[in-house]
T-cell receptor, first 114, second 112 residues
Framework: DSGVTQTPKHLITATGQRVTLRCSPR?????VYWYQQSLDQGLQFLIQ???????AKGNILERFSAQQFPDLHSELNLSSLELGDSALYFC?????????????FGNGTRLTVT | SQQGEEDPQALSIQEGENATMNCSYK?????LQWYRQNSGRGLVHLIL?????REKHSGRLRVTLDTSKKSSSLLITASRAADTASYFC????????????FGKGTKLSVKP
């Protein structure tokens, strides 16, 4: 068990809808990262937060947004959903912003857009 | 584009054999990490090797890094059926540590 909790585990929704994915990092970890995993694109880095502030941005669409709250949990909001957004969304956490720290992944949220 | 590219894409071996997976990357890195993913689950960190290190061991795992060739290898010795999983290399090329760039992985199947 990595200590990172993601909810929900599965989400099925229709095109055009909006969903919110939630993540609780490992106790004591200040950094949260979001990744998208699909068969054709592999694992893509979306965004990173450190202690409530955005630290790095990857291939995140404008329809997607995220935030990290004072209690360090994070939410990833996906809006105007398209079929191509169907994927596994992972949250990961680490102890700080320094390099040489491994990421601890949750078990993901499987999003299916119909 | 993906920073790391694993080779082979798939590998099937018998229990007890060694498994070797390779990773090539394109630009200078700070460190390279290997992760394992069981089907449909989250990734699990296996080992991290810094750019100034050449070899690292952890149990049955051995990782090498050749920065001149921009490549790394992961060796799993005496493989077990429980090692069946996908293995990913991830490179930290700079910027925020969160900018780990993952390859598409090697799917390892260990037959009992």
């Amino acid at each position: 068990d990595s200590g990172v909790t993601q909810t929900p585990k599965h989400l099925i929704t229709a095109t055009g809808q909006r969903v919110t994915l939630r993540c609780s990092p490992r106790s004591g970890d200040l950094s949260v990262y979001w990744y998208q995993q699909s068969l054709d694109q592999g694992l893509q880095f979306l965004i990173q937060y450190y202690n409530g502030e955005e630290r790095a941005k990857g291939n995140i669409l404008e329809r997607f947004s995220a935030q990290q709250f004072p209690d360090l949990h994070s939410e990833l909001n996906l809006s105007s959903l398209e079929l191509g957004d169907s994927a596994l969304y992972f949250c990961a956490s680490s102890g700080g912003t320094g390099r040489h720290s491994p990421l601890h992944f949750g078990n993901g949220t499987r999003l299916t857009v119909t | 584009s993906q920073q790391g590219e694993e080779d082979p894409q798939a590998l099937s071996i018998q229990e007890g054999e060694n498994a070797t997976m390779n990773c090539s990357y394109k630009t200078s890195i700070n460190n390279l990490q290997w992760y394992r993913q069981n089907s449909g689950r989250g990734l699990v960190h296996l080992i991290l090797i810094r750019s100034n290190e050449r070899e690292k061991h952890s149990g049955r795992l051995r990782v090498t890094l050749d920065t001149s060739k921009k490549s790394s290898s992961l060796l799993i010795t005496a493989s077990r059926a429980a090692d069946t999983a996908s293995y990913f290399c991830a490179t930290d090329y700079g910027g925020s540590q969160g900018n780990l760039i993952f390859g598409k992985g090697t799917k390892l199947s260990v037959k009992p």
